[in-house]
């Protein structure tokens, strides 16, 4: 049986609309997709082994409902499982890519008949990744973060090469939109702040900032529609202020909930104003509610 989607076929197979907005997808870059794709609709599911797989039919019609799936990276981080719940919320069906598959099916609401959960250690290499993310993934959240344990190394192999991994695997498979979760003071060092405490912190610990800078890079170099989105410090609370925006290189301090991180990721992809582009983004309860497509427009692409 279909279920609610964000996407609602009209008029023409390939003529796409959002709820959010009056834009037909089909003029997006993210959502130049195939047709086969696009009228791929959610029948049903089924547990097979340890995975929960779901069935996906193919149905020409025309008003058919249809939905876009995306791949989430580190879906049982604090952050990961809010923009998986923050996808279906919105109708998207999701992919959600995990180290620990009982672990994610106590955190994730797997019951839900438009979530996959799939097994993804982006330390294990592009192929199988390329295996987890599959030939029906529209696009790529990275949200993973290494954790802190006895590996020095281990913000290297997740933060850096994991991140890099995903990246190749995506260009593997075609899939061309990728939406990483970094962090502000990145590129600290280039911005005088390299006697930030905070700087100075996460790169004694790994190096870790560098790593995920070097990562940013490789992204930027792939040719792959990105949006990177560089927070301050994450909270667990609900948001306190509104979403401040800024280009890459410019905010060293701020804080900012996981639900509008996870927020300013999925509704980068609804907006094509986000497309390669890096934000920086903290909560401000002086910072004046603006819509999304007016905070990713005032970034300008470099
Ligand atoms: N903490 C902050 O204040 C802050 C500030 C700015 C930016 N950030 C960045 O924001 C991102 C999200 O942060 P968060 O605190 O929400 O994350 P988190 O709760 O620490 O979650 C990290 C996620 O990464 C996954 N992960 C770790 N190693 C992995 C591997 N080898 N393969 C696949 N997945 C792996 C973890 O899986 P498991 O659940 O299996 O462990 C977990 O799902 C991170 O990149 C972080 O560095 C954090």
Known sequence: MATISPLILRTSPLCLWTPHSNKPLSSLPFFTIPKSKALSILCSTKMEGSEITEDVAENSGANEIVKKKIFVAGATGSTGKRIVEQLLAKGFQVKAGVRDLDKAKN???HDNPALQIVKADVTEGSEKLSEAIGDDSEA?????????????????????????NLVEACRKLGVN???LISSILVNGAAMGQILNPAYIFLNVFGLTLIAKLQAEQYIRKSGINYTIIRPGGLRNEPPAGNIFMEPEDTLYEGTISRDQVAEVAVEALLHPEASYKVVEIVSRADAPKRSYEDLFRSIKQR
């Open 107 to 109: 955190s994730l609401s």
């Open 140 to 164: 790529v959240i990275c949200a993973t973060g290494f954790r802190p344990g006895w590996d020095l190394f281990a913000p290297w192999k997740v933060d850096n090469f994991g991140t890099v």
């Open 177 to 179: 939109r990728f939406i």
